[in-house]
């Protein structure tokens, strides 16, 4: 029975696994995009999705430890609460402050046709959803017929 048992295991300890999550956490937020498996995207999403959600309300440094609890990079954290200059010498905002307006739904996960050569596992590329995107319509309640 797997009763309270979330998530999926990825075939590892629990240690490599929460290690393994940690750092594609860091990679999605360091560059913006990672191509990784299907399952492993899955299981990083919500990781990624908290941290934002986490670094929404701006700098506090208590939120700022938790996150330091995840993040595997010290600079990366600092991306989530501040803004930053890349290695273009371009400004970029902080991440949580990009998705203030936004209630979840940071990222995105593709799936690529292409499968990976020697196991042929389902690969995909989890992303950042740009700050500029907006919801195409606003979400609407579904009408109930009184019959």
Request: charged content about 30%; proline content about 3%.
């Amino acid at each position: 029975m797997r009763h309270r048992s979330a998530g999926t295991k990825l075939k590892r300890e629990p240690e490599h696994r929460n290690m393994l999550l940690r750092n594609l956490a860091t990679s999605v937020l360091e560059h913006g995009k990672i191509t990784t498996t299907l399952a492993k995207a899955k299981a990083t999403q919500p990781v990624v999705e908290q941290l934002i959600t986490l670094a929404k309300g701006g700098w506090d440094l208590n939120k700022f430890r938790r996150s330091l609890t995840v993040v595997t990079k010290k600079d990366i954290a600092w991306r989530l609460f501040k803004d930053y200059v890349d290695a273009d010498e371009k400004t970029h905002k902080a991440i949580g402050l990009r998705y203030a307006d936004r209630q979840g739904g940071y990222t995105r996960i593709f799936k690529l046709a292409k499968v990976r050569q020697g196991d042929c596992s389902q690969m995909a590329v989890l992303s950042l959803i740009p700050e500029d995107e907006k919801l195409s319509q606003e979400p609407v309640a579904p009408k109930v017929s009184k019959s």
